[in-house]
């Protein structure tokens, strides 16, 4: 829809510069100058708009990344889609002329979030007894926290599964009382 407009103002600016030639030609030069200069005011406005949703994207992707422990199918959805659609801003960019780049991002692998988690605990328990005092705070905030999401996990899990069955076991049960109307 932008590139439309985009467009679109490229074509009034057409017809505005036609009208003019038509009028006073001598203010056609100053005329194009400030539809050029309307032009590139639009085309930065855009680059900027669009490298702070690029930017939003790509924060969006490093938080799903971080958490992929505790959702493992989550975050390489997060990160598809943040590489799909900057993908398309960059082509847009690239139509309307502005210089982009951007750098496909990567899903971090469950196995690779593990083994960093367990290269944490083990630098955490060989740094020494005043390392431990210290990190052994941020240790147990850590430790309680991911205790704590994954019993949310646990329970959402549960809740979802309860709820399917029980649509299940009802689903089951008025199958049976409707053939055994349909029997007498």
């Known amino acids: 829809m932008l590139a439309r407009c985009f467009q679109l103002q490229d074509?009034?600016?057409v017809l505005e510069l036609d009208r003019v030639l038509d009028s006073s030609p001598?203010?056609?030069d100053r005329h194009r100058g400030a539809i050029q200069a309307a032009r590139a005011k639009r085309r930065d406005l855009i680059a900027?708009?669009?490298q702070r949703?690029?930017?939003r994207m790509d924060v969006?992707?490093?938080k799903a990344n971080s958490k992929v422990l505790l959702h493992p199918l989550k975050p390489g959805e997060v990160v598809r889609s943040s590489n799909e659609v900057g993908v398309d801003v960059l082509a847009f960019h690239q139509t309307l002329g502005i210089e982009a780049n951007r750098e496909v991002l990567e899903k971090k692998?469950?196995?690779v979030a593990a083994g960093e988690a367990r290269d944490a605990v083990r630098e955490t328990g060989t740094s020494g007894f005043n390392s431990t005092v210290r990190l052994g705070a941020a240790g147990a905030a850590a430790v309680r926290e991911f205790g704590a999401a994954t019993t949310d996990n646990a329970k959402t899990t549960a809740g979802k599964l309860a709820d399917g069955l029980a649509k299940k076991v009802?689903?089951?049960d008025s199958g049976e009382e409707q053939s055994s109307d349909a029997e007498k």
């Open 11 to 13: 074509g009034l600016a």
């Open 26 to 28: 001598d203010d056609l």
């Open 48 to 50: 900027t708009t669009t």
């Open 53 to 55: 949703l690029l930017s």
């Open 60 to 62: 969006a992707a490093g």
């Open 109 to 111: 692998r469950w196995s």
């Open 170 to 172: 009802r689903r089951t």
